[in-house]
């Protein structure tokens, strides 16, 4: 039992790949939310805006919404599990919630067997795998659908069958925009939802900004 019952309950991150096919292999609940998030925000690039003049009203149009990309470390520990008496645990470690990481940039075997028959009887078009939709999952105000870029693993601690029972993660995503989306999937609506809570959010910090920037003339 915590020492803190007045504590505020802490909401865990997440790492979701929607697939229609399998939906629970791709549910990752992060153990520990990271100590440290780095996000980095770009400017279409000028190849994105070509064809647009170099007068002032030209620079100020925005031909799309930014890249965003999202990288953070996490940290997987089966001690406590371990200790709870968990078979998966026992069994596996943590190599289920790595697993469940790396299957997101993977397409399915059954998708792969069926092209590769598809290929074999001479059909003229094969369309490549789809992935699933991943969703970053950082509190409320931050679900957005996302590209996993990198994973990195870092296994520090095993059990005697070798499986991993401590490890590191450092991942990697791009934030996926509207402008990847047609309207008819449900990353469209999900980004711009996104959007609306952090137009909402910046206009109640602009209106406190207001009010200092009010209070500091009067002095």
């Known amino acids: 039992m915590s020492s803190f019952p007045q504590s505020p309950k802490v909401t865990k991150g997440a790492i979701v790949g929607l697939d229609p096919f399998n939906p629970l292999a791709s549910i990752v609940v992060f153990q520990y939310n990271p100590s440290e998030l780095t ?18 009203v030209g620079t100020l149009r925005l031909t799309r919404a930014p890249r965003e990309n999202i990288s953070a470390n996490l940290i997987l520990d089966a001690a406590d599990q371990l200790e709870s008496g968990s078979t998966i645990a026992s069994t596996a470690g943590v190599a289920p919630q790595l697993a469940a990481l790396q299957m997101l940039l993977y397409p399915k075997t059954a998708l792969v067997i069926a092209n590769t028959l598809l290929a074999k009887t001479g059909s003229l078009e094969i369309q490549p795998p789809m992935g699933p939709l991943t969703l970053f999952v950082y509190g409320l105000q931050r679900v957005v659908p996302v590209q996993i870029d990198s994973l990195s693993f870092q296994e520090e601690l095993h059990g005697p069958d070798l499986m991993p029972i401590r490890a590191r993660v450092s991942v990697s995503m791009t934030v996926l925009t509207y402008n990847n989306f047609t309207t008819s999937q449900p990353g469209y609506y999900l980004y711009l939802a996104h959007q609306a809570v952090q137009e909402a959010m910046a206009t109640v910090g602009s209106i406190a900004n207001l009010g200092d920037i009010a209070g500091g003339a009067l002095l």
Do not use: F
Not at 39 to 56: A, I, N, Y
């Open 39 to 56: 996000r980095s925000v770009s400017h279409p690039t000028s190849k994105e805006r070509e064809g647009l003049s170099d007068t002032p």
